[in-house]
């Protein structure tokens, strides 16, 4: 089972930026295709991007495309998420799992363990 661990999430202004990074223990981590989530309070979890295991592939939300960017570092077990151009509704937890290999399945989580997140704040 891998376990991801979150970080790089914090205040930032409307219009600025942040890079999130997700690092997954495990030796598997390379062979499956990753992917970004967020929760906001009172809201259900929610996929944000994904990428493929190869990195050759991205999938998006509407609400993150043209300002976000997923990638990710195999030799690192390392998923990283860009934001840019941040808006209030931004605002949230993110985390990053292991999905499905497909288009089709790569907004579904596939391993059971999530991690703690990171809180990512923007002000209007």
């Known amino acids: 089972q891998v376990q991801p661990v979150e970080s790089g999430g914090g205040l930032v202004q409307a219009g600025g930026s942040l890079r999130l990074s997700c690092v997954a223990s495990g030796p598997t981590f390379s062979v499956y295709s990753w992917a970004w989530f967020r929760q906001a309070p009172g809201k259900e979890r929610e996929f944000v991007a994904g990428?493929?295991?190869?990195?050759?592939?991205?999938l998006y939300a509407d609400s993150a495309k043209g300002r976000f960017t997923i990638s990710r570092d195999n030799a690192k077990n390392a998923v990283y998420l860009q934001m840019n151009s941040l808006k209030p509704e931004d605002t949230a937890v993110y985390y990053c799992?292991?999905?499905?290999?497909?288009?089709?399945?790569?907004?579904?989580?596939?391993?059971?363990?999530w991690g703690q997140g990171t809180q990512v704040t923007v002000s209007s």
């Open positions: 990428i493929r295991w190869s990195g050759g592939s991205t």
């Open positions: 799992n292991a999905v499905g290999a497909t288009e089709a399945t790569m907004t579904i989580a596939v391993n059971d363990y």
